[in-house]
């Protein structure tokens, strides 16, 4: 008998939706040409090429010649942000937050190696940040502001038009890392002054190893990748056809899909977080309830330690992911929740579940049977209390 599996660790990454795979396909089979070849084998996959980045445009009312394809969100941070401070070498400042990814953080911590002065805004107990600290803090050295447009631990969103905006406003670079709000929320480069933008593929249902960059028209961009002449000259290397496809198909599902997925997993969503609330023994959420991604909770479990949660649901075929220690290799606790005050008891018992719309309610349920039993199994045995 096959054991029930839930999957609820998307902000991990996601299945590849059954339409990219077989859109996929052909290009793993006979249109295996290069798409700079001038003969027929050559124009065949150019042609699908070309539709992928309008399809991949379109999900964020962009223009096709303003995407660039990359092999993952990392790659889309660190060309964005390298690329800024190369047009500003005399500009040795760079404003991000405290609880970005670390395909931002890491970066500008390296940065400081290089004589730079990072400045991490920080945020509240609910993980919002504040827009009058990052007034304050652009100052006549500043080169860029790179601030997450959604948080990957909390789901988080941050008020990023009013953000990109004020930064316009004084003149400099705005890059957001979007890779958890792409296909999730809607975005669009007419309403909101972004110059640049990651996405990630494997976070919206399309595989790992594509990523794209939204470069806003007039924005120089410095290659990371130097060689031949691919992608306009912004990024050498031959394009990979079947993960752009993939990416590209992926685009146009969420596009057509956004809004009643929203509602839809937004639902599922309230419905685990309400339910282990009221029925945990002692459980609550981390992160601002009116301004959060539709598919994440992040809840902690007073005195419980998260990796005991994680190997327990694990046991019982559950996917979710941990905010306190080892899970991600690193005996660190989550940054986000320490930059956002929880408490020690609570980082070490936070628990993420994000969902997809692969979910249903029968997960839910399941999710939330299994997890009170393993959350009174393992407060029995927990040597902390209150007293
Ligand atoms: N930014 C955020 C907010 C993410 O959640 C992730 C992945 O978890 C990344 C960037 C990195 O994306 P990739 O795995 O495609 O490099």
Redesign the pocket.
Known sequence: MNKRTVYADN??TTMVAPEVRDEMMPFLTDLYGNPSSMHLFGGQVKKHMDTAREKVAALINADPSEILFTS????S?NTAIRSLLSARPDKKHVITTRVE?P??RNLCQSLTNSGYRVTELSVDKSGQMDLDELREVIDADTALVSI?WA??ETGVVFPIEESAELVKSRGLPFHT?A??AVGKLPIDTKIIPFDLL?I????LHAP?GI?ALYIRKGTSLSPMLVGGHQESGRRAGTENIPYIVGLGKACEIARKNIDREYREIKKLRDRLEHELIEKALDASVNGDSQNRLPNTTNISFKYIEGESILLLLSEQGIAASSGSACTSGSLEPSHVLRAMGVPFTRVHGSIRFSLSRYNSDDDISYIVEKMLIIEKRLREISPFTDD
């Open positions: 902000n991990a993952c969100g990392t790659e941070d990814h395909a931002v997450m948080n990957n890392d890779v958890q990651a990630s593929g494997h976070k790992k990523g």
